[in-house]
């Protein structure tokens, strides 16, 4: 069964940082494309961050060169370093693999960043 835990939220002031850790089991985690996303209250969920297995990543414009997406296959383990936070990017994050050989689809159960003074 596979299984992606996330950790690092909290509560941070405006312009501090956290980085989010995303753990994968039951996986082969090399062979999964990985996916941070966000949903803040009453709105959708949105693509945030995505680093594929060969390292490519890729980022939504509110949050390039703020946020640094990064991977360690020996530790199972993704990571989203987020700096200069903003009030708007209060949300519960999740973390999501995809396994680009049998096509399935993984999610955590989310963690929540609340940017505030």
């Known amino acids: 069964q596979v299984q992606l835990v996330e950790s690092g939220g909290g509560l941070v002031q405006p312009e501090g940082s956290l980085r989010l850790s995303c753990v994968a089991s039951g996986t082969i985690f090399s062979r999964n494309d990985m996916r941070w996303y966000r949903q803040a209250p009453g709105k959708q969920r949105d693509l945030v961050a995505s680093?594929?297995?060969?390292?490519?990543?890729n980022y939504a414009d509110s949050v390039k060169g703020r946020f640094t997406v990064s991977r360690d296959n020996a530790k199972n383990t993704v990571y989203l370093q987020m700096n200069s936070l903003k009030p708007e990017d209060t949300a519960v994050y999740y973390c999501?693999?995809?396994?680009?050989?049998?096509?399935?689809?993984?999610w955590g159960k989310g963690t929540l960043v609340t940017v505030s003074s």
């Open positions: 680093i594929t297995t060969g390292g490519s990543t």
């Open positions: 999501n693999a995809l396994d680009v050989v049998l096509g399935m689809s993984y």
